[in-house]
């Protein structure tokens, strides 16, 4: 094979390589994540389990393990898929680099049967000497002189391909190695995914035949949510009233200053509607714009913390719940930090702990459990900066943080906002 087209195919495999490389280093760094998750909610449940007394909780845990167990078992998918692609291309590669060996030492053998026969000095001369003129002579020289680099050629061609040959074979015997390891633990996870199901099941039915309690729990539990999500509704329709307020003024000011100078009344701006009005200035649509250009790198509302309830819809005992956040669980006395610069909208208390909402343009951050807040209405925070204490959940005796994520009216699921902690 010409010099040329082996540089190019090993470019090529070089190239491939790295590029599944960047993705299965992506996969595992997942699934290490998730098994971090999985260790400190597993913690989390047998603790809570050891209380005799079954409670939602328990389920809730049960669900985010579950969640997050089915979560690792398709990225170990997704790494057997890539695994397998590369070892059927580093299998094509073996097949490929050891052709090309064969086919190089052939080339060499002819090469140096052809030397052997000819290494006689007087062959040599007589090759030159029978040369018709003296320009075919020197034609016969340089040729002689090349064939003598191009076998030095082949010879590095063949060491270099017998290196290369070697990588390969130990990259296909890791790539081997690493799936038998992956389909172990994935084995593993399924069994453990198995037995959190029955677990389930067996909390479901203790729930049931509690179901006085398991509906008090629940009604609580929809409550409080209903009352966070009808706090921060009304911080997000007050933000808009004062921001039409504050254009209505504008044009009430520019209107009168027209007619003090006998200027030319300018067409009065239409009413705005909606959730426009909060990115009606240049500043709030920057705010908005930086806010949402932060999306999957904004930090935790807590230094350390794992998330026990995650956002969405999900059926207890028949009842439809609907979390509008996510339930943090970190160190006591832990801060509570805002996410993002911003201006504080509302600091109330609820059901004895205290709410903190932060507007950031037409996005609002809500902060809630919160056993003290240090920050009040209208003052501008900046990024981390404490805004009060974690406080600690009644029901599981955890510090806890309930935090939520808003655009407009619209709650969305912070997980796709935060950065992987």
């Known amino acids: 094979m010409p010099f040329k087209k082996i540089v190019l195919l090993l470019f090529f495999v070089v190239f491939a390589i790295h590029g599944f490389s960047q993705s299965s280093a992506e996969l595992k760094r997942r699934r290490d994540k998730i098994t971090n998750e999985l260790d400190k909610l597993n913690d989390e449940y047998d603790r809570i389990s050891r209380d005799k007394r079954t409670s939602l909780k328990q389920l809730s845990l049960l669900k985010a393990q579950i969640d997050l167990r089915e979560e690792k078992i398709k990225t170990a998918n997704s790494e057997i898929r890539l695994l397998d692609h590369q070892i059927s291309d580093n299998s ?25 026969r000819n290494q006689s000095s007087y062959n040599k001369l007589m ?11 020197y034609k016969r020289l340089k040729y002689m002189q090349q064939f003598g680099d191009y076998r030095q050629r082949q010879a590095n061609y063949i060491q270099g391909t017998q290196k290369e040959l070697h990588v390969k074979i130990v990259e296909l015997d890791h790539n081997k190695q690493e799936k038998h390891s992956i389909l172990l633990d ?48 009304a911080a997000i329709r007050r933000e808009i009233e004062e921001e039409r307020r504050k254009a209505a003024e504008e044009a009430r000011i520019a209107a009168a200053k027209a007619r003090a100078e006998n200027k030319p009344t300018a067409a009065a701006k239409p009413v705005l509607k909606g959730t426009d009005a909060l990115s009606a200035t240049p500043e709030a649509a920057k705010m908005s714009n930086d806010f949402l250009g932060n999306r999957g790198r904004l930090p935790w ?14 059926f207890i005992q028949g009842i439809k ?88 009216f619209t709650p969305q699921n912070p997980q796709s906002w935060i950065a992987e902690n």
């Open 92 to 116: 094509n590669n073996v097949r490929s680099l050891q052709s090309q060996l064969d086919q190089l030492k052939k080339e060499y053998a002819a090469m140096v049967l052809f030397a052997f």
């Open 127 to 137: 090759f030159i000497f029978a040369a018709n003129n003296f320009n075919q002579a």
């Open 186 to 233: 994935q084995e593993k996870e399924k069994e453990k995914l198995g037995k959190q199901k029955e677990n389930e099941a067996q909390v479901v039915n203790t729930l049931s035949k509690q179901e006085k309690l398991t509906k008090s729990q629940i009604g609580k539990q929809k409550k409080l949510l209903a009352q966070i999500s009808r706090s921060i509704s």
């Open 301 to 314: 509302p807590v230094a350390n913390g794992a998330i026990v309830a995650r956002f969405g819809i999900t």
């Open 321 to 408: 719940t609907d979390n509008t956040g996510v339930d943090i669980k970190t160190n006591p006395g832990a801060s509570v930090r805002s996410v993002f610069s911003g201006e504080v909208s509302k600091v109330e208390n609820v059901d004895g702990s205290y709410l903190v909402v932060i507007r950031h343009g037409e996005y609002f951050t809500a902060y809630m459990n919160l056993r003290s807040a240090s920050v009040s209405k209208g003052q501008k925070v900046s990024l981390k900066q404490s805004i009060g204490a974690a406080g600690v959940d009644p029901e599981s005796g955890d510090t806890q943080v309930h935090f939520e994520l808003w655009k407009g």
